[in-house]
């Protein structure tokens, strides 16, 4: 099958750099989303977030015409949805996936769907999205005979194919990581990836779409439990007064033990949500996947009781004065190295609950968030690296940005340092 023109629906952190590969392949690419903020930067040629190597692509596709945003549905060979899929806001125990975004996605594709279409839903999605994405739109186009069960020869292919990609690195990896490809029938994964292997340079694996959705939810439910494994160690390891970091480099030397990194606890948008998908879907079965969430979410709490802690012990050596001049110097806010992503980050939310707890005390030096604004109401105070090191007396290192491994370490022995990532404590 050609495609010369494929719709992106939702041009955010998968669906822009995705548009962005099938621009750069020659194909046309049509990308729909409903802010139209994001739709005049791309327009403009430049991009609404941060993704090494994606501003440089978008800025020439759309240039040579390649490349459009707008918000208006438009006919194409191939559509891609990759919208959010958030959690409903209840107060159930286990959060229950909100597919709304992609419901209206489909609302859209079918207002231009038309015979010898291919749809791939990218978003992750919980197990039989793609199956409601089948019945949405065949409800929506009776005229139109869209994949099933059973159903040889469709006018509409319809797949599920997970992004899989690391934010950061996110230009390499959409070209060099295996895809998996789930399609509704067979013939709907091969029809999928034809159009993958315009750009993917590693293999494409197909499978039917509800193994495909549960690959995604199990990558990250995975690395989640290797994370809440690190984050145990580490409050074992600080219990029994042993550097979690140096036992974990001894205990990795073994050829079968690959133990991951303890931290101030899981941010971003996908590890800390996705394994609640299959929670959700299977709630007596997931009890380790439960327990794992529940250890990575307490992680932050744990360190906030840990500078609370420090506080103590400096107020209990301090005069009245010093403890009302004590300052708290967090380092990094994001949600992990070396990124300007704060979506759901531990080391924001702990800067955040000791600024309201310890007003006019709290400083975050962030050297990756330069818009300013994005961090203008907040009680903390931003410093540079130097400034912050200059004025604290505890610090809390929540981030390894590489800008904090390459400058100077803290050296004045009096001061306190809450190492969260074990990049200073030597
Ligand atoms: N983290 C640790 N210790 C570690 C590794 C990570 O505390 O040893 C923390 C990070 O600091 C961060 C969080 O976990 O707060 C998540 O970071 P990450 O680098 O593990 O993952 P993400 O969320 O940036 O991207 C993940 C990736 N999934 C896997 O590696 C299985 C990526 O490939 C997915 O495409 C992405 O989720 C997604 O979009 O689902």
Known sequence: MKFETVSVYGLGYIGLPTAAMFASSGVNVIGVDVNNDIIETINSGSIHIIEPGLDKIVSECVVN???????????ADAFII???????STDAQIPEPDLTYIEQACNNIAKVLKVGNLVILESTSPVGATEKVCDWLSKLRPDLVVAGENITNPDVNIAHCPERVLPGKAMDELITNGRIIGGITPQCAKVATSLYQLFVQASCFETDARTAEMAKLTENASRDLQIAFANELSIICDELDINVWKLIKLANKHPRVNILQPGPGVGGHCIAVDPWFIANAAPAASKLIKLARTVNEDKPEWVIKKIKNAINTFSATSSDLDKKQLK???FGLTFKANID???ESPALYITRQMAKQYAGQV???????TNHSLLSNELFTRVSYDEGVDIGDIFVLLVD?????????????????IDTRGIWSK
């Open 401 to 417: 940005h590489d800008e904090f491994k390459e400058q100077r370490p803290i050296e004045d022995h009096t001061k306190i340092i």
């Open 82 to 88: 990759a919208v959010p899929t958030p959690f409903k």
């Open 341 to 343: 992503d704060l979506r």
């Open 363 to 369: 400083y975050a030096v962030e050297p990756n968030i």
């Open 328 to 330: 708290i110097v967090c």
């Open 65 to 75: 015409g390649k490349l459009r945003a707008t918000h208006t549905p438009e006919e």
